[in-house]
C-alpha cells in the first residue's frame, strides 16, 4: 500500500527550477490522494503563467515512477496561487506592473496591452490601466471609443468606478472621461491627482496582475505612482536604436534610485526586425540588432523577448482587436512568452522576500 509519506518523500527530490528549493519544502503539493495503484495530487504554483509548467509535471511524474513504482497511476493537477505584494493597499490587487520606456514611439502602449492578454491568457486575472495621462491610447486599441465607465455606490457609502471588461481583463483610462479630440493640458499635480483617483476609486475586484501604461519619460506620474503605490516591479520597452536605449538607460535609472527602487522585470525590444510576408524567414534588421539584449546583459536584467516589426500589429490595435487576443497569431507567441517571463519574475521576487 502506498503511503502519503511516500508521495511527499519521493517528490521532495523535484525542485523548482525558479526557486531552487524542493516542491515539498515550498508547501507546493496538496491534496494527495491514493487509491491503490493510483495516486492524485495537486502541484500549487506560484503563477498560472509559469514557463516551466510542464517540465515541472513531467519531472513529479519521474520522480513517483522511480522512488515508488513505475506502473503506479499518476494524475497532477497543475494549479497556481500567485504570490502578492505586501503591503499593498489597493484591495484584491496583487501585483503591479508598470510597463515604461524613456521615449515615446516606442511601441510601450502595444506591449502593455498585449501583455495584459497574454497574462489572461495563461490563466490569470488581470487588468490594464492606461496612465498615458496627454496620449491615451486604449480606448482605440480595444474599439471602445465612446465607451464610459460606470459608477457604484458601495454599502459604506463609497462610490467607485466599474472598470470596463473586454477581451477578459478589466480596463480604465483617462481616455474614458475626455473628448478624444482636444488636447489634456493639465500641469503636473492635476495629471498626478488623476491618476490617483483612477487607482484609488475604482473597484477592481480581485486582480493577480494590474498592468500600468505609464506615459513615456521619467515625470510627475512616474513618480507618483512608484512612491505611493506597492510597485512589483517593471517592464522596460525599447527599439533597438541607439537613441531609444539612452532614454531606456534614463527610464531604468530613475527605477533604480534609492527613493524609489523598483525592481527591473526586465527589457522587452519591440520593432526588433521587419519580416515580409512574403518572405517569411528573413530577418531583416532596419534599426538595429540586438540592443535590448546588450542593454539587458549591461544591467543585468532579464532580456524578455523580441518583438517584430510587423503592419499587421499595428493594425490590430488600430481596428480593436490587440494581436493577444488571437492564439493563431504567430506573434501571440513572442507576447505569451514575455508574459510568461514577466510572471516567472514576479514569482522569484516575491520568493525571495
Known sequence: MITKEQVL?????????????????????????IEDQKVSFEVVLTTPACPLK??????????????IDKNIAVDVHMTSRVLGKEGNQLLGIKNIILVS??????GKSTVAANLALSLHAKGAKTGLLDADIYGPSLPIMFGLEGEKPQSVQHEDGTVKIQPIEKFGIKLLSIGFFTDPNQPIPWRGPMATSA??????????GDLDYLV???PPGTGDIHITVAQNYPIAGAVIVTTPQQVALADA???????????????????????AYFTPAELPE????????????????EYKIPF?????????????????????????????????????????QLSIIQAVR
Open 195 to 204: 491618476i490617483k483617483q483612477l487607482l484609488n476609486d475604482t473597484d477592481w
Open 249 to 271: 538607460i534614463k527610464g531604468m535609472g530613475m527605477f533604480l534610485m534609492d527613493s524609489i527602487n523598483i525592481p527591473l522585470l526586465g527589457i522587452v525590444e519591440n520593432m
Open 54 to 67: 510542464d517540465h515541472i509535471e513531467h519531472a513529479c511524474r519521474n520522480a513517483i515512477a522511480h522512488f
Open 101 to 106: 520606456s524613456g521615449k515615446g514611439g516606442v
Open 304 to 344: 524578455l523577448g523580441e518583438i517584430p516589426l510587423l503592419k499587421g500589429i499595428s493594425d490590430a490595435g488600430d481596428n480593436g482587436f490587440p494581436t493577444a487576443i488571437d492564439a493563431a497569431d504567430p506573434t501571440t507567441r513572442a507576447f505569451i512568452t514575455i508574459a510568461e517571463k514577466v510572471a516567472q
Open 212 to 214: 500600468i501604461d505609464m
Open 9 to 33: 518523500e519521493a517528490l521532495s527530490y523535484v525542485e523548482e527550477p525558479d526557486l531552487k528549493k524542493d516542491l515539498v519544502t515550498l508547501n507546493m503539493i496538496q491534496n494527495i490522494v
Open 282 to 297: 528573413n530577418k531583416y534588421y532596419i534599426f538595429g540588432k540586438g540592443g535590448g539584449m546588450r542593454l539587458a546583459e
